[in-house]
């Protein structure tokens, strides 16, 4: 870390300022970022920071939890997940419980693994839980296309991918006060710059995209205060070294090629539309609700669990009443306490 640098940008930051102003990170990785640097300690009264819903594991709705947990009560089923996910509470119990009363629930660290276990495993049935934003989704991409020319006829993909965009509209049309979004570095790789550019058309909004070093983030919030007190471009790219205007159209087009725009459910936010991907018809037979068809009731959510308004940046996680007491990274009570990348983990442990 640069002190140095970040001390003149501390202080540019708080020359700058002037009028109060609230910035949105909107994505998981920055959230503990900025948590992890004390990034908040740095800035002048006027710059408040909330949390968005960029936490894949903490926005996947309760429901799909359960139907992860019905995949794995099935026979013959082997259901592969992310760590995190797996300890996420649903309705009644969590994958890592059902795992402990003998359910086949593997951690996976890549989705390609699913092929080579369902190759090892031609007697069962192979479910990938496949989550996040568009960061993960081409690596759900490939998984499918895969096993579609490899002909593997077990394997299924149980998809919650979620597209950045029109969480950041619904957002904003929420009417949560918003001046500027720090934009998810790792998910701009993708989509590149033209989204951003589009959503500041469409509202009065600043957006800079920026890196995970603590001098990266002050960076892009120097460039937000600018953007938002002087006018200029109001999008900025904060994140040059990484970040390319046109994004990976390679990447962008293969998840075209096997998902499609489809209405998403996210936790706190409620359905968006066009927030999703479903897997495209051609493809259906990777589908895991296709191939499986279960019945499952909609999920409850813990009792007094605040994530929902954590996501909308409505109340930060010491306003919920089970923060740090009843709910603690070894024992949650919600989703944004269990990521590694929920606005509550990065509270209890750096705050
Ligand atoms: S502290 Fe726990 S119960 Fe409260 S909002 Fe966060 S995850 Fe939910």
């Not at 989704?137 to 029109?166: C, D, R, W």
């Not at 998910?187 to 589009?198: D, K, N, W």
């Not at 605040?306 to 009843?326: D, I, M, S, W, Y």
Request: proline share 6%; with cysteine.
């Amino acid at each position: 870390m640069n002190r140095d640098l970040i001390e003149t940008l501390r202080t540019a930051i708080s020359g700058e300022s002037e009028k109060p102003i609230t910035l949105m990170e909107v994505c998981g990785s920055h959230t503990m970022a900025i948590s992890r640097f004390g990034i908040r300690s740095l800035l002048p009264e006027t710059i408040r920071l909330i949390s968005g819903p960029g936490c894949p594991v903490c926005v996947t709705e309760i429901t799909y939890i359960d139907y992860a947990i019905a995949l794995s009560r099935q026979p013959a089923t082997v259901v592969l997940s992310y760590g995190d996910l797996v300890r996420v509470p649903g309705s009644h119990s969590s994958l890592e419980r059902e795992r402990a009363g003998g359910a086949d629930v593997r951690i996976v660290y890549s989705p390609m693994q699913a092929l080579e276990t369902a190759r090892e495993n031609p007697d069962k049935e192979v479910v990938f839980c496949g989550i996040g934003f568009e960061t993960t989704t081409p690596g759900s991409a490939v998984l499918i296309k895969s096993a579609a020319e490899k002909n593997i006829g077990n394997l299924s993909i149980l998809g919650a991918h979620k597209t950045m965009k029109p969480a950041m509209s619904a957002l904003l049309e929420s009417g949560t006060a918003i001046d500027g979004y720090i934009c998810p570095g790792h998910v701009s790789v993708i989509t590149g710059m033209g989204m951003y550019r589009e959503l500041c058309n469409e509202y009065p909004i600043a957006c800079t995209v920026t890196g995970f070093e603590a001098e990266e983030i002050l960076v892009g919030i120097l460039s937000l205060v600018r953007s938002i007190q002087n006018g200029g471009d109001p999008v900025q790219n904060a994140y040059p070294r990484v970040v390319r205007e046109e994004g990976n159209p390679k990447a962008r087009s293969l998840v075209a090629e096997v998902f499609e725009p489809s209405d998403a459910f996210w936790r706190g936010l409620g359905s968006i539309k066009g927030s999703g991907l479903a897997v495209r018809r051609e493809y259906e037979t990777f589908d895991a609700y296709e191939r499986f068809g279960l019945e499952v009731e909609e999920g409850v959510e813990p009792k007094g669990c605040r994530c929902g308004e954590v996501l909308r940046g409505v109340c930060t996680p010491a306003e919920c009443p089970l923060f740090g007491n009843r709910c603690v990274p070894g024992d949650p009570v919600g989703a944004c306490m269990v990521s590694s990348e929920g606005s509550c983990a990065a509270w209890y442990n750096y705050s």
